[in-house]
């Protein structure tokens, strides 16, 4: 499903670039980035239910959001997870605190 206004914010700190991105999506509302999938694709769960999963692809003109299951989603976090490791601990804790709270 395209949509064409993608919001999200990102902080940057000293050491790496912080998790915290949010997207609005225009049915499930605003969306909060769980992990990384690939280059310009991220795993997305809906902020108030947190059971519903995207995998959002940005794009020059919007976002295509993809609905995956639950087994797939935490698949692709504990990817992300073993690629955070090689970013430094700051950064791993940070996707383990959100991965923790997503999944467990």
């Given at each position: 499903m395209p949509f064409n206004s993608p919001k999200s914010t990102a902080s940057v700190s000293s050491a790496f670039v912080s998790p915290e991105r949010y997207l609005n999506h225009p049915t499930f509302g605003m969306l909060y980035r769980v992990a990384a999938v690939s280059e310009g694709r991220d795993l997305f769960a809906t902020l108030y239910a947190q059971r519903i999963f995207f995998v959002v692809t940005l794009q020059p003109?919007?976002?295509?959001?993809?609905?995956?299951?639950?087994?797939?989603?935490?698949?692709?976090?504990e990817q992300n997870l073993v690629r955070s490791r090689r970013d430094g601990p700051e950064a791993h804790a940070h996707w383990r605190q959100l991965f923790d709270q997503t999944f467990i």
């Open positions: 003109r919007g976002a295509t959001f993809e609905v995956v299951p639950l087994m797939d989603a935490r698949h692709f976090a």
